[in-house]
T-cell receptor, first 113, second 109 residues
Framework: DGGITQSPKYLFRKEGQNVTLSCEQN?????MYWYRQDPGQGLRLIYYSQIVNDFQKGDIAEGYSVSREKKESFPLTVTSAQKNPTAFYLC????????????FGPGTRLTVT | KNEVEQSPQNLTAQEGEFITINCSYS?????LHWLQQHPGGGIVSLFMLSSGKKKHGRLIATINIQEKHSSLHITASHPRDSAVYIC???????????FGTGTRLQVFP
């Protein structure tokens, strides 16, 4: 079945450590996105990539980094510079030119203590 | 003021009741998306619409472009409908989705 996988489901890290969240899709979608979800707030866009080897900052990119070396994969690194990293992170993908119809992964809940 | 506002924030209902969730937006849109998020966190798409009305099973979504308003209706609600429902506007200026904060629905047997 085609879809988006994110791993792990739950992740725990100590403050000051970088951590990388995985996102893989087999939908053959060109565009991929990373969102952050906090209680009482709508999803906020961190980074997005419309094509391999290219990506753009979203609304809250500070303290995060991404890479897009393969069409299927769009890993997100939460760096120690991110002041409030504890959140639920969602990855999504869409066909080129169809950014409104996004397919979402199951999410990763990151807790930093 | 958020560009996409949902109401109510929380909603409880008895099984069988008719449910309405509202979404108002202030941006120009190309499409509006209704999403469902279950307690585990994963999000599924329910509807994407740019005009009129769409129906899928017990779910109906409507949009009024002039009033910048959309509604999601659930007929004959069931406990398995309990979830967070999220409205997302596809802005034609930025080509991105702008998300509402969600409506948490609990349906009791």
């Amino acid at each position: 079945d085609g879809g988006i996988t994110q791993s792990p489901k739950y992740l725990f890290r100590k403050e000051g450590q970088n951590v990388t969240l995985s996102c893989e899709q087999n939908l053959n979608h060109d565009a991929m996105y990373w969102y952050r979800q906090d209680p009482g707030q709508g999803l906020r866009l961190i980074y997005y990539s419309q094509i391999v080897n290219d990506f753009q900052k979203g609304d809250i990119a500070e303290g995060y980094s991404v890479s897009r070396e393969k069409k299927e994969s769009f890993p997100l690194t939460v760096t120690s510079a991110q002041k409030n990293p504890t959140a639920f992170y969602l990855c999504a993908s869409s066909r080129q030119g169809d950014s409104y119809e996004q397919y979402f992964g199951p999410g990763t809940r990151l807790t930093v203590t | 003021k958020n560009e996409v506002e949902q109401s109510p924030q929380n909603l409880t209902a008895q099984e069988g009741e008719f449910i309405t969730i509202n979404c108002s937006y202030s941006v120009g849109i190309s499409a509006l998306h209704w999403l469902q998020q279950h307690p585990g966190g994963g999000i599924v798409s329910l509807f994407m619409l740019s005009s009129g009305k769409k129906k899928h099973g017990r779910l109906i979504a409507t949009i009024n472009i002039q009033e910048k308003h959309s509604s999601l209706h659930i007929t004959a609600s069931h406990p398995r409908d309990s979830a967070v429902y999220i409205c997302a506007a596809g802005s034609y200026n930025t080509d991105k989705l702008i998300f509402g904060t969600g409506t948490r629905l609990q349906v009791f047997p």
